[in-house]
């Protein structure tokens, strides 16, 4: 391939920030968060108002992407199972075809990713107060600061001193926030604790009219949320308040497993604002009401969740205003994801996992200068599954035949007609297993979302999308809607056989859980 056709590709910046809700996004509504720096790229270019996942839990998701494949495909169904290593990924396909590429942040699976000619990746989870990466010599370091500050002065660093301006680049900049425990930058905990969120409608949900796995899940605010690693109230505080406090398990991982890390300077920042949760904490909690108990917690989790997303912004913000100045922007696609989903009191709950909408639904915004109009809202179903091989064509690299999505290429230029998908396929399997969210699978399309529940339970769940957004009634029973389930049934069926999904891998993969006994309720 001749030079001159390799420096008129696109270059690629690919950032993704881990369980960003699209709540939390300002570009979808304002009513939580204020994030400008990411909005400019729908401004600039389109945002997606239907973009899904395939599976709502990290690994699954990135494995997805990476590959273009459903994840019992890839083999990587939920956070426990591994990934086929013989599977090509995407970042694999652009290096061979000339592109450098890179990678630095959250991969959250295996140490070594192929096709990157360099990274510097989070062990894990990893951990925002001066975090370890994993670099390309397989050595573990230590950087002093906090974690997203950190991955994009790793991104910058890249592009301005080991970028090859001859070639053109695919780089994932990928960022740990705003993931379980929320620990904001010490300026953003000061700030972000001083404010006051609005509460979703959905906040005290009964589950009335839902089915069992709503009722059982393990995801709720007040009881299921942890005092330490999530609220950030002592573990010295509980210990203190003895009796007055219900039995919630306080895990090995839990406030001093992250604030641990904190060094002296960084802990005087910390300490006024954890002081005063916990003098709020001691002196209120006894007498409130249960219903004031969730009030208070959804707040901490909002003041925490959304201080480290502010902080995420200011970042993407500075990558973009290299691009700007280093006269890059023109030719280089950025597109903005999260791995899934999040609850943000919705239902009462925070996590992910299902396929209802909070979790389900993830933003996506691309900006491609010259070929996006910029501005484009675009609410046709598409999924994670498309990215790679959006990203594929749009660098005139072939896509492998056994990639499973469909290039978002006709939407992002306007040949909406070219675009023919009505519904997306979801399925979810880690269960039995922390926050026990029975494993189902679905059909969604822009009027209806139909769910199966199985393995412990044989339950159907219909959603009108339409009528009832917030998915509060399930109609499955109603007989005015026999018509729509027996096509969607229908509709189901021929997803899972394009997709290669049946009830036999089902019950392999339950045995496979039980052989290996993977019936981990653990944090």
């Not at 300002?26 to 108002?49: C, H, Q, V, W």
């Not at 179903?381 to 290039?407: C, H, R, W, Y």
């Amino acid at each position: 391939m001749k030079e001159d056709s390799i420096k008129e590709r696109p270059n690629i910046l690919f950032i993704m920030s881990d369980d960003h809700a699209y709540q939390a996004l300002s570009a979808y509504s304002d009513k939580l968060i204020s994030t400008p720096n990411i909005d400019r790229i729908a401004k600039e270019g389109m945002l997606f108002t239907n973009a899904s996942v395939t599976n709502s839990i990290c690994a699954p998701s990135r494995a997805t992407i990476l590959t273009g494949k459903h994840t019992h495909i890839n083999g990587k169904i939920d956070n426990r199972t591994p990934f086929d290593t013989t599977q090509v990924t995407f970042p694999q396909l652009f290096q061979k075809a000339g592109y450098q590429t890179a990678m630095f942040g959250k991969l959250h699976f295996g140490n070594n990713p192929k096709g990157v000619d360099e990274f510097m990746i989070l062990p894990g989870q990893g951990f925002y107060i001066n975090p370890d990466f994993i670099n390309k010599k397989g050595d573990t370091v230590r950087i002093d600061g906090y974690v997203t500050d950190i991955i994009t002065d790793l991104t910058l660093n890249w592009l301005q001193t080991e970028r090859d301006s001859t070639r053109p680049f695919m780089m994932m900049y990928l960022h740990k926030a705003p993931h379980r425990p929320w620990w904001p930058s010490p300026e953003k905990f000061a700030e972000f604790s001083k404010k006051k969120f609005p509460e979703p409608e959905s906040l005290f949900d009964d589950y009335e009219n839902r089915g069992t796995a709503a009722k059982t899940a393990e995801m709720n605010l007040l009881t299921h949320m942890m005092y330490g690693h999530d609220s950030k109230v002592f573990p010295e505080t509980l210990a203190l308040m003895g009796k007055v406090m219900p039995e919630v398990p306080e895990y090995e991982n839990s406030f001093y497993g992250p604030y641990g890390r904190a060094n002296a300077e960084q802990k005087a920042k910390y300490g006024p604002v954890l002081d005063s949760i916990n003098v709020d904490f001691k002196k209120n909690w006894p007498s409130m009401t249960d219903r004031e108990k969730m009030q208070w917690k959804y707040q901490r989790y909002m003041q925490d969740y959304l201080g480290t997303l502010a902080t995420v912004d200011e970042n993407v913000g500075r990558v973009l205003n290299y691009l700007d100045e280093s006269g890059l922007t023109d030719n280089t696609i950025v597109v903005y994801t999260s791995d899934q989903g999040f609850y943000l009191g919705e239902h009462g709950w925070f996590d992910k996992r299902f396929a209802y909408n909070e979790s389900f639904k993830t933003p996506l915004l691309i900006r491609w200068p010259n070929v996006i109009k910029p501005g484009t809202t675009e609410e046709e179903m598409v999924q994670n599954l498309d990215f790679a091989q959006t990203l594929l064509e749009a660098a005139g690299i072939g896509a492998p035949k056994d990639m499973q999505g469909e290039s978002l290429i006709p939407l992002l230029k306007g040949n909406k007609e070219s675009w023919t998908r009505n519904g997306v396929y979801y399925h979810y399997y880690e269960y039995p297993a922390v926050h026990m969210v029975k494993r189902h699978y679905a059909i969604v399309t822009k009027e209806y979302k139909l769910i199966h529940f199985y393995y412990d339970v044989d339950e159907w769940e219909l959603y009108d999308r339409k009528k009832d957004p917030n998915e509060m009634n399930n109609v499955y029973d109603d007989p005015e809607y026999s018509d729509e389930i027996a096509l969607l049934k229908k509709e189901l069926e021929e997803l899972r056989k394009k997709y290669k999904d049946s009830d036999e891998l089902n019950e392999k993969f339950i045995q496979q859980y039980k052989d290996n006994n993977w019936i981990d309720r653990g944090y």
